[in-house]
């Protein structure tokens, strides 16, 4: 198996979690009423998941989950003085902001519902790991809830539409949030262009 998934397989572990969904595994490409019918279903496999894994490093399923299981740089700070003491800053949302945004991953379509259907992802850019849900943003060295500051001061967040955190109305997103989605989503690329329409398909389930 690729180290990606050997790692997934070793964090559920460590987490208590019993089950994991592989894409690459639990699909039947070879088969392809099971194919739609598993990505029809995307929408619900992702919404209802514990939480999602995001390997935003490396250019394929061998890269692995760092910087789970090793750490191939050192947590970074910047450190200013003043004339009453000395405060420490985290510049890990900002590398994590860079790393992700020219990440392979984020530059492939079928990525795109993984991050915007999950209640709760952990990213892994090889130098941080970072938790995002609806309430907040945190990782080894930070964490801020949303409710703690107001729209406009996030620029910490990461580079990603906030999906879930749009008002719903009848249990469906405002159109904004399918403009801002199909922006980011027409960016991407795919190696087979008939995918356009299945790699969006959960995103359009949920509108």
């Avoid at 460590?14 to 690459?24: E, M, N, P």
């Avoid at 390997?55 to 050192?74: E, F, H, I, M, Q």
């Avoid at 003491?85 to 079928?110: D, K, M, Y």
């Avoid at 907040?136 to 060295?141: G, M, P, S, V």
């Amino acid at each position: 198996l690729p180290k990606t998934i050997v790692d997934a397989i070793a964090l559920c572990k460590d987490i208590g979690c019993l089950y994991l969904w592989v894409d690459s595994l639990c699909i039947v490409h070879d088969d392809e009423k099971n194919k739609h019918t598993q990505i029809a279903s995307m929408a619900e496999v992702y919404s209802q998941s514990l939480v999602t894994f995001i390997a935003a490093t490396g250019k394929d399923s061998n890269a692995g989950l760092a910087p789970y299981r090793g750490r191939n740089s050192v947590i970074q700070y910047l450190l200013r003085t003043i004339p009453h003491g000395t405060f420490v800053a985290s510049l890990s949302p900002e590398i994590a902001a860079q790393e992700i945004a020219t990440s392979t991953w984020a530059s492939r379509g079928w990525t795109l519902q993984e991050y915007a259907l999950a209640r709760k992802v952990l990213f892994f850019t090889g130098s941080y790991a970072f938790m995002r849900c609806k309430e907040a943003l945190r990782c080894e060295d930070f964490g801020l809830g949303f409710s703690n500051c107001y729209e406009s001061d996030r620029k910490w967040d990461l580079p990603l539409p906030p999906f879930y955190r749009r008002k719903a109305a009848f249990g469906r997103h405002y159109p904004s949030t399918f403009s801002q989605m199909l922006a980011q989503y027409v960016r991407r690329t795919l190696t087979f262009p008939e995918d356009i329409l299945d790699a969006f398909t959960g995103i359009l389930a949920r509108m």
